[in-house]
T-cell receptor
Framework: GENVEQHPSTLSVQEGDSAVIKCTYS??????FPWYKQELGKGPQLIID?????GEKKDQRIAVTLNKTAKHFSLHITETQPEDSAVYFC???????????FGKGTRLHILP | DSGVTQTPKHLITATGQRVTLRCSPR?????VYWYQQSLDQGLQFLIQ???????AKGNILERFSAQQFPDLHSELNLSSLELGDSALYFC?????????????FGSGTRLTVV
């Protein structure tokens, strides 16, 4: 079935260091991979996405990489700041492009 | 403000009751998706509507139903409520039928069943 695995479930990094969150997906037909950030009391917010025909995408301190062969994709946050503390979700489209399937989330703590 | 409006923000009700959650999508968006978020299950897809028609169904219980109206707002109806239905319910919208541009989420409805 369609599945997205995400790890770690919790990540603590020192302010200014980098954070990496990794995901795998099960369906080789998946072709769109968004990342969402959810702050306390709010809905998830799209922060970056990547299509299957692209291997890497960067937006300021955030970058995503995709390895279609291995069905892996990752989120990299550099020079972390206190406002980066949140829950991050990776996701992938299902095999019929009819929905987005989410990983279970990573709670990122930025330590002062 | 994301542009997706969900009401009510909080709902407390008793087991066995029925509730209706409402969602107004972002202006111009034709697709509406409903998700359930619980602590142990993460974000679970329930159902999608596109321009008034049901397009995809996830693990939605038979006690739950939804619809999208001509003005594109959507309602999620939950009946015969059980304690385990307590969760955050999110609505999201997108322009296209397929989610390639990503979703815009509302701020959710927190349902507590007592």
């Amino acid at each position: 079935g369609e599945n997205v695995e995400q790890h770690p479930s919790t990540l603590s990094v020192q302010e200014g260091d980098s954070a990496v969150i990794k995901c795998t997906y099960s369906d080789s037909a998946s072709n769109y991979f968004p990342w969402y950030k959810q702050e306390l009391g709010k809905g998830p917010q799209l922060i970056i996405d990547i299509r299957s025909n692209v291997g890497e995408k960067k937006d300021q301190r955030i970058a995503v990489t995709l390895n279609k062969t291995a069905k892996h994709f990752s989120l990299h946050i550099t020079e972390t700041q206190p406002e980066d503390s949140a829950v991050y979700f990776c996701a992938a489209t299902g095999n019929r492009d009819d929905k987005i399937i989410f990983g279970k989330g990573t709670r990122l703590h930025i330590l002062p | 403000d994301s542009g997706v409006t969900q009401t009510p923000k909080h709902l407390i009700t008793a087991t066995g009751q029925r509730v209706t959650l409402r969602c107004s999508p972002r202006s111009g968006d034709l697709s509406v998706y409903w998700y359930q978020q619980s602590l142990d299950q993460g974000l679970q897809f329930l159902i999608q509507y596109y321009n008034g028609e049901e397009r995809a169904k996830g693990n939605i219980l038979e006690r739950f139903s939804a619809q999208q109206f001509p003005d594109l707002h959507s309602e999620l109806n939950l009946s015969s409520l059980e304690l385990g239905d307590s969760a955050l319910y999110f609505c999201a919208s997108s322009v296209m039928m397929v989610p390639w541009s990503g979703y815009t989420f509302g701020s959710g409805t927190r349902l507590t069943v007592v």
